[in-house]
């Protein structure tokens, strides 16, 4: 069983006012895409305002329905469900205010944010509806760039990652931590992950996992020139400034895997704990390491 602390449960019934769902699926997935056409007929014989996302829109042939942008669903919508893999969840939550649940349901890929099964799905909804279910507030980062075409802000859920195209050279980069200097890292790239992204692109590149709800981040270099240097566990309460100490090119920064930025070598990314969190609904019968176990495949024999 989770903490009281790691663990939030709603037990009182939503406001009335709370009458808007929104819904992403993957759109690659047919299977996706049929429960997302089978939810929404579903809560609109309920009463209940349906949103989409302009591509589940667009893939179920929907002329006449709620349309939005990813980054717009979330906002206009009282509770948002979203059909696939961690990679579309994070397309939409990540833009999500605090108190819209989020429900993740796994349709078959590796997802580790979307945990909910598909026949447990009807279940945990009813649950959410009715305001009796289990979800944990994730932490996010906001991600401020600084160069020449002045500054561009992003919010992740996962990870913010500096990375080099397939030609380019090593990176050399300076982090300062708290104002800190740390170190000068020559590597592939740098992650910088939130603990939800821990199990993303940083447990690939051999940084640890953190368990969702601690208050850290965590900063891992990519293949790095010197094998001293280490991912590194921090307070999460702290700021985080990164500089590429010459002019590069194709070196890239990506955002949650979603969207991504040419870098030049001028800018300055500074990243901090963002001011808000994402509510991700919890599946009723397993728990963190249940999910670790499953996706990681812990403790089976050959």
Not at 62 to 90: C, H, M, Q, W
Request: aromatic share 6%.
């Amino acid at each position: 069983m989770r903490s009281a602390d790691a663990r939030r449960r709603a037990s009182v019934r939503p406001p009335t006012q709370m009458t808007s769902i929104g819904i992403c699926a993957k759109i690659g997935s047919k299977r996706a895409l049929e429960a997302a056409a089978s939810t929404a007929r579903s809560m609109i014989r309920r009463g209940f305002q349906v949103n989409f996302d302009l591509s589940t829109a667009h893939a179920l042939h929907l002329d006449d329905a709620r349309e939005f942008t990813k980054p717009e669903l979330a906002p206009n919508s009282d509770y948002l469900i979203v059909f696939g893999g961690d990679g579309t969840l994070l397309s939409v939550a990540r833009h999500a205010p605090p108190h819209v649940p989020v429900i993740g349901v796994n349709m078959g890929t590796l997802g580790f944010i979307t945990e909910i099964r598909a026949k447990e799905f009807e279940t945990v909804l009813e649950n959410v509806l009715a305001g009796d279910y289990a979800s944990e507030d994730r932490v996010t980062l906001d991600v401020s760039v600084s160069g020449p075409n002045g500054e561009l802000r992003y919010r992740v859920l996962n990870d913010a990652v500096i990375n080099k195209g397939a030609l380019a050279r090593i990176v050399t980069m300076t982090v300062e931590v708290g104002g800190h200097f740390v170190s000068t890292f020559r590597s592939d790239g740098l992650i910088v992950c939130t603990p939800t992204g821990s199990t993303a692109y940083n447990l690939s590149a051999g940084g640890p996992i953190i368990y969702p709800t601690m208050k850290a981040v965590v900063i891992t270099p990519i293949c790095p020139h010197m094998l001293t240097n280490r991912p590194i566990v921090l307070s999460d309460d702290q700021p985080i400034d990164i500089r590429l100490v010459a002019p590069v090119r194709e070196v890239f920064l990506t955002l949650d895997g979603q969207e991504g930025i040419a870098l030049h070598g001028s800018e300055r990314i500074h990243i901090t704990k963002a001011a808000t969190t994402i509510r991700i609904v919890q599946s009723p019968d397993k728990n963190y390491f249940d999910v670790l176990r499953n996706k990681l495949k812990w403790g089976e024999g050959k």
